[in-house]
């Protein structure tokens, strides 16, 4: 129950979170109950409570930062965000109304869509907390793909480092997309006009994660599952999901990491 609300405290690897708030709520109960055995029952019935809406309440948040960070990104200077890969998983009679080329096509466009929302947000970010790190115009990464005959819907059977030295930067930047159906308006109208209707509420999960471009290893990650709250278009889901993720974005605070490494 408790590992989908757990995050990795930045520079430490260690578990952080929800998890942790539960540990001390039980060690509370057990010294209560320890005093008054009638109190005992009453903080069971709160404990039961507080172990069903933790969970709801995290959303299956998860963040981690490479413990080793500092040491593998202090000299980056240049990162590429590229296309999201997206799967969208359609219901059989709405599969059945969409030919293979077009659902292709709607996940490229997709991960295209969460591309452009997560470096707009970033080169926003820049000019009110400015960080030494230059994102590449994503008009060049997208024309040294396709230069390269790399496919967007393809990006998984390619090696981190291999798409960084394509587009020739330190570190690539991107992410996954698991939903019940599109969430940038073009594709979502398409999909309505298609099979006749829009369907629910879009259900799923959005990793995004950034990795390093000498050997491909991970450096930082936050995974959050999709809901309304969230919003409905990946410039709304990305502003939602990088405000709370901004405050451990590990480029943001490089002096913090570096004291850590010379510790």
């Known amino acids: ?30 010294i209560f109950a320890a005093l008054n055995t009638n109190l005992m029952i009453r903080y069971f019935f709160v404990l039961m409570l507080v172990a069903v809406s933790l969970p709801a309440f995290s959303q299956g948040k998860a963040m981690y930062t490479n413990p080793k960070f500092y040491s593998m990104a202090k000299n980056h200077k240049t990162v590429a965000v590229v296309p999201f890969s997206v799967t969208i998983g359609l219901r059989p009679k709405e599969r059945e109304k969409i030919t293979d080329e077009q659902l292709r096509e709607m996940q490229a466009n997709e991960g295209f869509s969460a591309q452009s929302a997560l470096i707009s947000w970033f080169l926003r970010k820049q000019r009110t907390k400015p960080f030494d790190i230059e994102f590449q115009d994503i008009q060049t990464t997208n024309a040294s793909l ?22 020739g930067v330190d570190a690539i930047m991107g992410g996954t997309v698991n939903s019940t159906k599109p969430m940038s308006e073009g594709a979502s109208i398409a ?33 959050n599952k999709l809901s309304s709250s969230l919003g409905s278009d990946f410039d709304r889901i990305i502003d939602s999901l990088m405000k709370k ?4 974005f590990p480029y943001m605070y490089m002096d913090k990491y570096e004291k850590q490494a010379k510790k």
């Open 146 to 167: 396709k230069k390269a005959g790399i496919d967007p819907n393809d990006l998984k059977s390619h090696t981190y480092d291999e798409l960084a030295t394509i587009l």
């Open 191 to 223: 999909v309505g006009l298609a099979i006749g209707f829009w369907g629910s509420t879009n259900t799923g999960n959005i990793s995004i994660n950034l990795n390093n471009g000498a050997d491909g290893k991970l450096l930082w990650k936050y995974d």
């Open 1 to 30: 129950m408790l590992v989908g609300f757990l995050t990795v405290k930045p520079g430490s690897g260690r578990v952080v979170g929800a998890g942790k708030i539960y540990v001390q709520i039980i060690k509370i109960i057990w």
């Open 245 to 248: 993720a901004a405050k451990k």
